[in-house]
């Protein structure tokens, strides 16, 4: 089956600095690509997503970026914020067999210090 | 447009005993994605629903289930609860399948004394 690691583990970067966080995939069937950001108490908010067709995507200052070859996609984070602390998890999907399972990293507690 | 809504939010149960935990889906949602969040083993995938057909499953022994109703509501069913199934269950609903998008609700903290 599909399986996901995400680096760092945990990041901590000055307010206004940018956040890169790392995510690898094993089934090169895996299409979809959502990153997710978890705050205490909640459930997981998708931020972006990216499909297999498309090498990079921006949503103001956030952007995803993949690397179908090298089976890996990345998260960057512009001008951080204080409230951009929080847990951010990737995640893989196939088509294979159909249906919407969604096989995630190991998440990453994302610090930004004022 | 609500979002996705579990209840109960938290849930505290024996060992031995069974829950019953419940989702709606976003209106119009017609698929609905069940995973079980815990500091060991991270998201990990338990079954997903479409059209009352259970479309996939995870890697959890039987005491797992589910269904999912005509009005797309999902509900998820543990029997003889243990220990380590103490943990944050999370329903996501997305429209359709074929690695549509899934969005995710406040998820239901259970503890299993």
């Known amino acids: ?27 090169s069937a895996s299409n979809y690509f959502p990153w997710y950001k978890q705050e205490l108490g909640k459930g997981p908010q998708l931020i972006i997503d ?16 993949l690397n179908k070859t090298a089976k890996h996609f990345s998260l960057h984070i512009t001008e951080t914020q204080p409230e951009d602390s929080a847990v951010y998890f990737c995640a893989a999907s196939t088509v294979t067999g159909g249906g919407n399972k969604l096989t995630f990293g190991t998440g990453t507690q994302l610090k930004v210090e004022l | 447009k609500a979002g996705v809504t579990q209840t109960p939010r938290y849930l505290i149960k024996t060992r031995g005993q069974q829950v ?19 500091p060991g083993q991270g998201l990990q995938f338990l079954f997903e629903y479409f059209s009352e057909t259970q479309r996939n499953k995870g890697n959890f022994p039987g005491r797992f289930s589910g269904r999912q109703f005509s009005n797309s509501r999902s509900e998820m069913n543990v029997s003889t609860l243990e220990l380590g199934d103490s943990a944050l269950y999370l329903c996501a609903s997305s429209y359709g399948l074929y690695t549509d998008t899934q969005y995710f609700g406040p998820g239901t903290r259970l503890t299993v004394l």
């Open chain 1, 1 to 27: 089956g599909e399986n996901v690691e995400q680096h760092p583990s945990t990041l901590s970067v000055q307010e206004g600095d940018s956040a890169v966080i790392k995510c690898t995939y094993s089934d």
């Open chain 1, 50 to 65: 990216i499909r297999s067709n498309v090498g990079e995507k921006k949503d103001q200052r956030i952007a995803v970026t």
């Open chain 2, 20 to 38: 019953t935990l419940s989702c709606s889906p976003i209106s119009g949602h017609r698929s609905v994605s069940w995973y079980q969040q815990t």
